[in-house]
């Protein structure tokens, strides 16, 4: 299977092929070309619709080396806001001095445009990160903890037990100001710094968010070590204690295992993934290594799968070139990295 | 399943889709080391005419070179009755041939129809029956081909059919540019499982679109227990510039061990297999495992 002439590039067949895996078209319409994958998400007890939670903007940027301006963050969140995407987060109120990224987080958060039907969460590690988002327009937030002593300590320097108690304030002020609120577990999987995590530990930590108000609870494979057999066991023993509709999974690619993992999720009925776009992000427990998964493969694959998410994956595509070329970086997609090698756009 | 064997296809498979021409002695040390993870597949070279596929012009060279662990099969390409002979007289003790569910594909590949590609392999098939050679059999496109777009679950099935018939003792269903998803692969599946035994199927997942190892997960879920990989990832796609190809046999590894699944594969050793041929080729590794680990 050797010399392949290059003028494949120009195939159409090919190019009809990408298409209809990629799902050009009205992103709310079943796929055109096969009314057979649509009826298999039903049968094979797949979610027939999956909320896809864009992490790009915050997630992402925060981990990527060099400061993004304001502008460019602006510009992406809005080309994000075009996509169908019905979820993207927007940016940290944290200090300035801790994440130096999310430092221009006012200007951010005022100057996207707001697409009804879209929410724009930010994060708020704290009563006053809240009462500063809230200034700021803000109509969604985010607290996030995590299954591991030691990470907790060393993130946010303080207990568990610590920062639920800060999340509580968040949660109440919250609740007074009917201000949805998003909990994130970290280590859900594996930490850098306790190694394995007990799936008993994630579903306590789980269910105190869930109790305190959260309307959803993300489980975040922080270090992206884990693998099919460990989500399912994790999986397994949270949905002992949080109903499933609020449950969502947030997978990292640092060892390529996000797909299968999120697929694994999937299989067990989780109907809300958090992604990023261009798989930006890297991972700052690994040098080198990649962090988030790429919403654009993830796309990929639930739309290969016949399960309906919203999302137009060319406009994500472009938003990730917009954001790559910013960056002067490539794009962790591999559909984006496939699909505009060959010309395919 | 409780254990899966991984077929290594790097030194074939991968370097053919590498630009750059590797010198001999390295694709032997590669294969050598190969040996020490624990593999009992990699896949040697290809018995091919220079002409298609100058990678591979050394292939008499690197089979009579590498150092053959008892235990460990080496299996090589042989397109046709003149490769085979070739690769038997060079040592060789298993054969694999490439069929492809795309009547396109195999016209651009291999320059004839598949009835006329199934019949050149009859005879390589009748040779090794007499000479007591196994065969492994290539389906290439099965889901989806660069020419012909989308190809039918039923294709695949049929070709998958003649060449186990033929005497193919396993068939490795390959997704040639990467497109599958889990949703296509289960249904491709369920096709073919009803003409082979699934104890007789592999697959060869590309990893161009990042849906290799979702794709592979799907197939073990259906019973499959044989997959192939290429370490680090070697082998771009020749149909996608700068896209990946095979699917990195690290992340594999690193899968089927956080599932409990048994290899018999050295996941330390694999990854120093893989710096030693990256580095020797001066590039980076397309396993992210390996991205991982290694930086610490």
Request: hydrophobic share 40%; glycine share 10%; with cysteine.
């Amino acid at each position: 299977m050797g010399a392949v002439p290059s003028a494949l590039k120009h195939c159409l067949s090919y190019q009809h092929l990408l298409k209809e895996q990629l799902w050009i078209g009205e992103p709310a319409a079943p796929p055109p070309a096969a009314p057979h994958p649509w009826q298999e998400s039903q049968a094979s007890g797949l979610p027939e619709y999956i909320k896809i939670v864009e992490v790009g903007p915050r997630d992402g940027l925060q981990n990527e080396k060099v400061i993004v301006p304001t502008e460019i963050k602006i510009e992406l969140i809005n080309q994000l806001s075009k996509t169908g995407l019905p979820a993207i987060e927007v940016t940290s109120f944290v200090s300035s001095k801790w994440v130096p990224q999310m430092a221009d987080h006012k200007e951010v958060m005022r100057g996207i445009e707001r697409h009804p039907g879209v929410q724009y969460p930010v994060l708020t590690p704290n009563l006053q990160g809240f009462h500063s988002a809230i200034a700021a327009g803000a109509t969604e937030v985010s607290v996030f903890g995590a299954a591991s002593e030691a990470f907790s300590k060393r993130n946010i320097n303080c207990s568990i037990e610590e920062s639920i108690e800060k999340f509580e304030e968040v949660a109440k002020s919250a609740r007074n100001m009917n201000i949805p609120v998003r909990g994130y577990v970290s280590c859900a999987l594996g930490c850098p710094y306790e190694g394995n995590i007990t799936p008993t530990k994630v579903a306590e930590v789980s269910k105190r968010l869930y109790s305190m108000g959260c309307y959803e609870i993300s489980l975040g494979d922080t270090i992206g070590v884990g693998t099919p057999g460990s989500m399912k066991r994790m999986l397994e023993a949270v949905m002992k204690e949080i109903p499933l509709s609020a449950l969502a999974v947030h997978c990292h690619d640092t060892y390529g295992q996000a797909l299968a993992n999120i697929l694994t999720a999937i299989q067990m009925g989780v109907a809300v993934v958090d992604s990023s776009v261009a798989g930006l992000g890297g991972c700052p427990y690994a040098r080198g290594a990649t962090g988030n998964v790429a919403t654009e493969d993830v796309i990929y694959m639930l739309n290969g799968l016949g399960i309906n998410t919203g999302v137009n994956l060319y406009k994500v595509m472009e938003a990730g070139d917009f954001i790559c070329t910013a960056l002067n970086k490539t794009t962790n997609s591999k559909v984006a990295q496939a699909s505009f090698g060959t010309g395919a756009i | 399943p409780k254990r899966v064997k991984v077929v290594e296809v790097g030194p074939r498979d991968g370097l053919q889709n590498e630009k750059n021409i590797v010198p001999t002695p390295v694709k032997i040390n590669l294969i050598n080391m190969l040996s020490e993870t624990g593999l009992q597949v990699i896949e040697a070279t290809s018995f091919v005419s220079p002409k298609w596929v100058p990678q591979m012009a050394d292939h008499t060279e690197v089979m009579q070179g590498i150092h053959k662990l008892p235990g460990v099969s080496y299996p090589v390409l042989t397109p046709n009755l003149k490769g085979f002979q070739a690769a038997v007289a060079a040592g060789a003790k298993e054969v694999s041939i490439f069929g492809a569910a795309s009547e396109l594909f195999t016209k651009k590949n291999i320059n004839c129809s598949i009835e006329e590609s199934l019949e050149r392999f009859s005879e390589v098939m009748t040779a090794a029956r007499a000479a007591s050679i196994p065969v492994r059999g290539y389906v290439s496109c099965v889901l989806g081909c660069p020419y012909e777009g989308k190809i039918p679950a039923a294709k695949v099935a049929e070709v998958s059919k003649k060449m186990y018939s033929m005497g193919c003792y396993e068939i490795s269903l390959g997704d040639t540019i990467g497109v599958g998803t889990p949703g296509s692969m289960k249904e491709m599946l369920t096709a073919v499982m009803k003409e082979v035994p699934v104890g007789a199927l592999a697959v060869h997942c590309h990893d161009t679109y990042g849906q290799a190892l979702a794709n592979i997960l799907v197939a073990l879920q259906m019973g499959v227990s044989v997959v192939d990989a290429s370490v680090a990832g070697l082998g771009g796609c020749p149909y996608a510039q700068g896209a990946s190809g095979n699917v990195a046999t690290e992340d594999l590894v690193y899968m089927l061990n956080g599932l409990g699944i048994h290899t018999g594969v050295d996941l330390q050793k694999l990854m120093d297999t893989g710096t030693f041929i990256c580095n020797a080729l001066n590039r980076r590794t397309n396993s992210k495992v390996s991205q991982a680990c290694c930086r610490l």
